[in-house]
């Protein structure tokens, strides 16, 4: 009867859903053995021994264009779409290079890396004979709301110093902080449209069966990590290596957690006996609520080569993410009157504002390619995998009593674009398509045939779910940026 831990879905749950907006981006980042322009502190701090001249680089915008549909996601015939289109400026970099310390390089960032906003309602309204002990048909109504809000901005400084003409060695080192809102809801009602008079009892115009459940949770959490990389440069190819550590928490504010669920005048479809009417709600915020947000380590390495007519440029990267095993990323310690109207042997609800989370190991891959097509004038083109690190995870002891409410889609992501020079300055524009699809997936809900009191899955006014679920998710991005030149060519 009762859903316990439940999975937060803010985020995507892709490490490499970015777009930096600039050089690399159009290339899908393939730039870890060199070629990765003012996002190096980002895919390898060493690469920050590239530049010759100082550096100051601005993302003006990035339009992105959202299409999502979820077909049979509340039930056979009852789709999810939704269309939004975002301005999302996110990289500004200040790279540092100083005549007088020619071997060493610095460069600041503030990046957005990832950036999530998914809003969706859907409702049912039909009339059914769905309540077995009341004649007649009754007006079932249905309301499902999602609202998830995620935000991941990142503000680092780094550095890289030249051992020598081939060899160079990087560090940085960022605070992050992850802002997360998440709100889910589902409200049922079934009622008579007629008043009902039952066999002695009098007449009650304002009856109602009902399943309600809502939850809410918000935190920002404010984070440190490092990344450390190798580059080595020869005569027509680099490589590069470059490692990312766990985060380390620091300090969360906003904190905020919210569940409630009731169910109110539900029979059993077969006996007509009815089932006990019951509230949960809890609210806790501040120092009662504890996160514990967790990121893996990751090793990436890749390979630039340039050509014989010095005219092309081949990239290529890959990157491993650890696993996580099963957390609990968000609790609380819950009010000791919370509920009422069930039996003791349903008590306590010691995870009633908990969530977990983890992920599994996860290795992308990405390649591009870069033409000079005359003088100050490139053509750059890329492709990568973004895997879900959450698809088919198993959450072990911490596996929730109910099924994911979310969808968990591979994402694959197509670039390209041109990069010029206009009076010493380095200007992007560019194009980045992602597409991921999913099928034969369990429905969120099923809203399409409900019974009663559905026994399979202990669901009041819901019917069965059917494997019938198919996701797909396409997106357009357009770039516009841009890097301002200063400081002179190094001698």
């Keep these: 009867m009762i859903s ?11 490490y490499w859903t970015r777009s930096f907006n600039e050089e690399s981006s159009l290339v899908s980042g393939a730039v870890v053995g060199g070629g990765s322009g003012p996002s190096a502190i980002y895919y390898n701090p060493a690469s920050i021994s590239e530049i010759t001249q100082s550096k100051f680089t601005l993302n003006a915008s990035l339009f992105s264009f959202d299409f999502i549909n979820v077909k049979n996601g509340l039930g056979d015939g009852i789709n999810i779409n939704s269309t939004k289109g975002n301005i999302k400026p996110r990289f500004i970099s200040y790279m540092i290079h100083l005549k007088k310390y020619p071997n060493w390089n610095y460069q600041v960032v503030y990046l957005n890396n990832e950036n999530t906003r998914i809003d969706l309602t859907e409702s049912v309204d039909k009339q059914m004979d769905i309540l077995t002990h009341v004649p007649g048909d009754e007006r079932y109504f249905a309301i499902y709301q999602t609202s998830n809000h995620f935000r991941d901005d990142w503000i680092g400084i780094g550095g890289s110093v030249k051992l020598n003409n081939k060899l160079f060695l990087g560090l940085a080192f960022f605070v992050t902080v992850k802002s997360c809102t998440i709100a889910n809801l589902v409200d049922i009602e079934a009622f008579p449209i007629h008043t009902v008079v039952y066999d002695t009892l009098p007449a009650e115009p304002n009856y109602s069966a009902r399943y309600y459940e809502y939850s809410y949770i918000k935190y920002s959490d404010y984070r440190i990590l490092g990344k450390a990389g190798i580059l080595y440069t020869g005569k027509s190819f680099s490589a590069g290596i470059s490692i990312t550590t766990p985060s380390q928490g620091v300090y969360t504010d906003g904190k905020r957690a919210a569940h409630t ?6 029979h059993m479809p077969e006996t007509g006996d009815p089932i006990p009417d019951y509230i949960i709600a809890d609210y806790k915020e501040k120092g009662d609520v504890d996160v514990s947000y967790k990121t893996p380590f990751s090793i990436a390495a890749g390979i630039t080569c340039n050509f014989m007519d010095n005219m092309r440029t081949a990239y290529f990267s890959a990157e491993y993410y650890t696993g996580i095993g099963p957390y609990r990323l968000m609790e609380a310690n819950e009010s000791t009157s919370l509920s009422y109207g069930l039996p003791a ?3 306590p609800y010691d995870d009633w504002l908990t969530h977990v989370s983890g992920a599994k190991p996860v290795l992308n891959a990405a390649i591009g390619y870069s033409w000079t097509l005359k003088q100050d004038l490139r053509l750059m083109a890329g492709f990568r995998t973004d895997f879900n690190y ?3 995870f198993d959450y072990e002891e911490l596996d929730p009593y109910r099924e994911e409410q979310n969808i968990r889609v591979d994402l694959y992501h197509i670039t390209g674009g041109l990069a010029w020079k206009i009076f010493g300055q380095d200007i992007t524009t560019g194009l980045e398509y992602h597409v991921g699809k999913r099928a034969e997936q369990p429905q969120l809900i ?8 559905n026994t399979i899955e202990n669901a009041p006014l819901q019917g069965t779910r059917n494997n019938n679920l198919a996701a797909v998710f396409n997106s357009v991005s357009i770039y516009l940026g841009a890097s301002f030149n200063f400081g002179g060519e190094k001698k």
């Design 4 to 14: 316990l831990p439940f999975i937060t879905s803010g985020q995507s749950h892709n």
């Design 261 to 266: 669920e009731l169910q109110s005048n539900i």
């Design 345 to 347: 042997v349903l008590q």
């Design 390 to 392: 959450q698809k088919n």
């Design 446 to 453: 099923n809203l399409s045939d409900p019974v009663e009191y």
